[in-house]
Structures are given as C-alpha cells and as structure tokens.
Nanobody, 120 residues
Framework: QVQLVESGGGLVQPGGSLRLSCAAS????????MGWYRQAPGKQRELVAT???????NYADSVKGRFTISRDNVKNTLYLQMNSLKPEDTAVYYC??????????????WGQGTQVTVSS
C-alpha cells in the first residue's frame, strides 16, 4: 500500500517557522519526484516546491527565499522548512509523489494533508 503521511503542521505567528515532514512507504522513494502543494479555503491547489530524486529543486515565486524543500532517501522522508511565514501561507499542505515510467504511465500519489495556520 502506498502511503504518504504528512506531519508538523500547526499554528504559528507571522514571521515564525515550521518544518513539515512527509513519510513515504510503498514506493521506490528515490526515483520519485517529490513535492509540496497547498490549498487555501476557496482556492485551487497550488505548487509550493518540488525536488527530484537527485536533489534538483523548484519553488513557487511566492515562497522563494523563505522555504526550503529537502529529502532523505535513506529515511524515505520529504521535508519542507518554512521560515518567515506570512498569513497568506495559511493552507492545507499536501505531500506529492510523482513518477513517469518509460511508457509514459504516470504514477502520482497524495498525502492526506496537514494544516498550517499563520496568525497573530
């Protein structure tokens, strides 16, 4: 069974920091591109950051310089270090695993999400 389990969400004040984790099982973790997405109430789910199996990263402009995505291929865990948090970062954050096979079949999985609330 494929499982992606997020943790680390919570309530934090503006300017604060939070570290999210995503524990993966049931996949060959090292070959998947991993990502963090978020969805605020009434809005579409949006990309936050991605990281390839070899460590190449990509960030949304809105979080560039504040967030850092990383992975541990031994622990099969994805991380998102969030610094200088803003109220507009408030959302449910989702872990994503994405792999495209040679025949173009896409394997994509999602975690259940973890709530991040940035408020005074």
């Amino acid at each position: 069974q494929v499982q992606l389990v997020e943790s680390g969400g919570g309530l934090v004040q503006p300017g604060g920091s939070l570290r999210l984790s995503c524990a993966a099982s049931g996949i060959i973790f090292s070959i998947y591109t991993m990502g963090w997405y978020r969805q605020a109430p009434g809005k579409q789910r949006e990309l936050v950051a991605t990281i390839t199996g070899s460590g190449t990263t990509n960030y949304a402009d809105s979080v560039k310089g504040r967030f850092t995505i990383s992975r541990d291929n031994v622990k099969n865990t994805l991380y998102l270090q969030m610094n200088s948090l803003k109220p507009e970062d408030t959302a449910v954050y989702y872990c994503n695993a994405d792999y495209v096979a040679r025949d173009a079949t896409r394997y994509q999985y999602w975690g259940q999400g973890t709530q991040v609330t940035v408020s005074s």
